[in-house]
């Protein structure tokens, strides 16, 4: 018996030494299919493997089969890989470096396979090569009986060229004659966890939200309280440091966990792609962050009472979010472009890399998005407001589908800020139903004053709604499809709201709503709200002061108005400043603002004007006014409100807040402004 084992093995011994591809045990081997298009056959000979590789692909111009310790086409230590070249039928030895074409190098040393033949006859292209079952430097070990992961391509155009398709698959080597086993392709797409933290990320803001909203007063004082001076009107750098001293402490600690989680994305990606070069780490970092951006981006957008509940503050406060996160994250996917067009066409169609992203919808959403970006910068936006509101959308709807087209990650990553707004979405619809006839009052100076008839639901919005909110308000006989947003008055009654709404320039939907108003009494309204809330909580002031200047007064007289029948309010808490250019503008909401409630001190003023005079209400009533504009140093000051609690509201043109945003900062006034930036 022992002679007829030492035989055998001599005979092993003799195969191998004569090379694994010569046995003849290796031609009666079935092949496997381990693609649509490619199979191999392989056997295990002494200490080395054989392997036979065709591909029926008749357009395949180059083929690669190799042996990694993953499935991902890059390992750390870099391995190799066996390609055979149609044009030419050379098989080589590449050490797969990188994804890149310059990543992928000739090994100087092909002595690790010995090549038995190559082939490529009517389109099917076979390779028959052996090696050692021994590891090296750039091969893993090989065992008879064991598993290995295989990785396959082909490519269309002449090497060096990106696969037209590509994969991984285990196989089990044997040294008996028979089809190897061919296991279930093993996934090559790296595992990662940008999804997973930036949702833990937005967990942690909307515990901090609830915390600060319902903790107590002491926590709601993030909500108003600033951490940098407004800068001074001549400030060179004012256009910058504007923004930054109206972000309150709160948002200071939003944007915190922000810079925290984009870091932590950051060490996440290059940890899951260990020994990826510098160009891929960049690339890839780049395209998570921009990712996380894509995630947030529809959030502040998504229009609702949640955000009030949740954090404490009103939609149109988390706009500048919405713009700075739109700002960034085109800015990374510019990265993430230019990092990708070093090595690789970035309009091609086919999936690429572990994760198989197609470089072309990534391409195409970025134009979206860009474009979006483009049309969203101020001058633009304010001209041609309802040009960008319809483009806007249509970008968006497209770069949303193409970004998730282009990678599953987007898919996974766009599902909970989608749902989220969606269900918002639903919940605005509703402005579809509230349709009005609003009685009209126009006046000479392109002003228009809508007051929505009183109904059990205009009551409750006059009754129930945060001081300060805002409605948007489409007029079907102008614009089907145009929602502005309008600040709401509660009616003098307190039965109903109103709007007013001015006309800056001719064309615009103020001045068609002007045009409208002259010719009917009447107009048909939709109306979807109300939105909108104060930082500050004016029931714990003792005095409310009020700067405005022109429209500016609506939401002030909201406050004025909401507050006329509440005994709580003692004569003189709400001082009221007002200024505007002319006599007649003082009479701009006249049946919403005259005559003021007693609680109520009030000061105007009319910029043009070379001396105090008066003006006519409908009511009857002279409407005193005085000659410049307000003196904020005498206004606001601590002697004026010796031992009182005093909180300041502005509205109005952006140097006239800023003016007044500055002197409540220097006394240590909570400020709140509302504008309208939208």
């Avoid at 052996?130 to 082909?154: C, I």
Wanted: glycine content about 8%.
């Amino acid at each position: 018996m022992w002679t007829t084992r030492v035989l055998g093995l001599l005979s092993l011994a003799s195969l191998g030494a004569a090379g694994a591809c010569d046995s003849a045990s290796f031609n009666a081997t079935a092949s496997v299919a381990i693609a649509s298009a490619i199979a191999v056959r392989s056997l295990v000979v002494g200490a080395e493997a054989c392997f036979q590789v065709t591909c029926t692909e008749p357009s395949a111009q180059w083929v690669s089969i190799g042996f990694a310790a993953s499935s991902k086409m890059v390992n750390s230590p870099v391995t190799n890989a066996v390609v055979f070249k149609s044009a030419s039928t050379s098989v080589q030895l590449y050490a797969l470096g990188d994804y890149s074409a310059s990543g992928i190098t000739l090994q100087a040393d092909q002595s690790a396979i010995r090549v038995a033949q190559a082939a490529s006859v009517n389109g099917v292209a076979t390779f028959t090569f052996s090696r050692a079952l021994a590891g090296s430097s750039a091969d893993v070990a090989l065992t008879d009986g064991g598993e290995t992961t295989v990785l396959w391509a082909y490519g269309t155009s002449a090497w060096p060229a990106y696969h037209a398709a590509r994969g991984a698959t285990r196989l089990v080597l044997s040294s008996g004659v028979g089809p190897a086993q061919v296991f279930a392709a093993a996934s090559t797409v790296v595992t990662t966890y940008t999804v997973i933290i930036v949702a833990a990320a937005f967990v942690t803001l909307l515990a901090m939200g609830l915390i600060a909203t319902h903790a107590g007063d002491n926590w709601r004082v993030i909500h108003h309280k600033t951490l940098l001076a407004p800068p001074g009107s001549s400030h060179a750098a004012g256009a910058v440091l504007q923004p930054l001293a109206d972000v309150k402490v709160g948002e200071w600690l939003v944007v915190a966990v922000y810079i925290a989680t984009l870091a932590i994305i950051g060490a996440s990606v290059n940890h899951q792609f260990v020994g990826a070069s510098a160009t891929r780490a960049a690339s890839l970092t780049t395209g998570h962050l921009a990712l996380a951006h894509l995630m947030l981006l529809l959030l502040p957008v998504a229009r609702g009472k949640h955000w009030e509940l949740a954090f404490g503050i009103a939609p149109d406060r988390i706009l500048k979010f919405h713009r700075a996160l739109g700002r960034v994250g085109v800015l990374l996917m510019l990265a993430h472009l230019l990092l990708n067009a070093v090595d690789r066409n970035v309009t091609t169609a086919t999936a690429v890399g572990t994760q198989e992203a197609v470089p072309l919808y990534g391409f195409l959403a970025f134009l979206a998005f860009a474009s979006m970006g483009l049309v969203a910068f101020e001058p633009i936006r304010r001209r041609w407001y309802e040009a960008f509101l319809y483009f806007h959308r249509v970008a968006a709807v497209a770069g949303i589908v193409l970004a998730m087209l282009h990678s599953m990650a987007v898919v996974y990553g766009m599902i909970f800020p989608l749902v989220i707004y969606g269900l918002s979405a639903l919940g605005r619809l509703r402005a579809f139903f509230n349709r009005f006839e609003a009685h009209v009052e126009a006046d000479a100076h392109g002003t228009v004053t809508l007051l929505l008839p009183s109904t059990p639901q205009t009551k409750r919005w006059a009754e129930t709604m945060n001081p300060c909110s805002f409605f948007y308000v489409c007029i079907p006989s102008i614009s089907a499809t145009e929602w502005h947003p309008f600040s709401a008055i509660v009616s003098p009654k307190q039965d109903s709201i109103g709007f007013c709404i001015k006309a800056p320039k001719k064309g615009s939907f103020g001045d068609k709503v002007c045009r409208a108003a002259a010719t009917s009494p009447a107009l048909s309204v939709l109306v979807g709200g109300p939105y909108g809330k104060l930082s500050v909580d004016i029931a714990k002031y003792d005095r409310v002061v009020m700067v405005c200047g022109g429209v500016g007064v609506t939401p002030m007289l909201s406050v004025v108005n909401q507050s006329r029948d509440d005994k709580r309010h003692r004569d003189g808490k709400f001082v009221l400043h007002w200024v505007v250019r002319a006599p007649s503008d003082l009479l701009m909401a006249d049946s919403l603002m005259h005559p003021l409630p007693l609680h109520v001190t009030s000061t105007l003023y009319v910029s043009t004007a070379t001396a105090g005079s008066s003006a006519r209400s409908l009511s009857g009533e002279d409407v005193a006014f005085l000659a410049g504009r307000p003196v904020l140093d005498e206004i606001l000051n601590h002697e004026r409100f010796l031992g009182e609690k005093v909180c300041v509201l502005a509205c109005g043109p952006p140097s006239l807040v800023a003016d007044v945003q500055r002197h409540a900062y220097e006394l240590g006034f909570p400020f709140h402004k509302e504008v309208f930036a939208f």
